[in-house]
């Protein structure tokens, strides 16, 4: 079952929308409060009307009903202990070289990679080049009489 992560504001959202709901306000007067309030942020006209339509309904619970859908058949134990295998042999590897080798999509692999063995992509930090002085011979015979370019 994939679960959907809601955003802090979403729920908090959610809540607020309860709170007018138990006061008697109507879906209109909630959702023009939320707009002041979150502005570009807050949850959509219809959104608000549905979380209404729930709360005469009964339903007390702010979070989403569990879903049902297909099954993630690439994110098993065995393709994330191959994934591991393959990372521990050679960290250098692309989520594509991976994805190929085990005739899996880019987003299981990531998945895998980030979700399930934890794994993060390092920062590198190039050092900072030299900047080499250039030095003009200009017909000098010594090293005092060179200049710098």
Same mark, same amino acid.
């Given at each position: ?21 138990? =006061?008697?306000?109507? &879906?209109? !007067?909630?959702?023009?409060? $939320?707009?002041? @309030? ?56 692309? =989520?594509?070289?991976? &994805?190929? !080798?085990?005739?899996?999509? $880019?987003?299981? @692999? ?40």
């Amino acid at each position: 079952m994939i679960v959907r992560r809601l955003r802090h504001c979403e729920m908090e959202q959610r809540v607020n929308i309860k709170f007018y709901f138990k =006061l008697g306000k109507t &879906a209109t !007067e909630t959702h023009e409060m $939320l707009v002041k @309030v979150y502005g570009v942020d807050a949850v959509s006209k219809k959104c608000v009307f549905e979380w209404f339509k729930r709360f005469r309904g009964g339903k007390e619970d702010v979070k989403d009903e569990p879903r049902s859908g297909r099954p993630p058949i690439s994110t098993n134990p065995d393709n994330i202990e191959r994934v591991r295998r393959m990372l521990a042999d050679d960290r250098r590897l692309s =989520l594509r070289m991976i &994805a190929e !080798e085990l005739k899996i999509s $880019l987003d299981s @692999v990531s998945n895998i990679i980030h979700e399930h063995l934890q794994k993060r992509k390092k920062k590198v930090y190039a050092f900072p080049t030299l900047r080499r002085c250039a030095t003009c011979d200009n017909g000098a015979s010594s090293d005092t009489e060179r200049s710098v370019c």
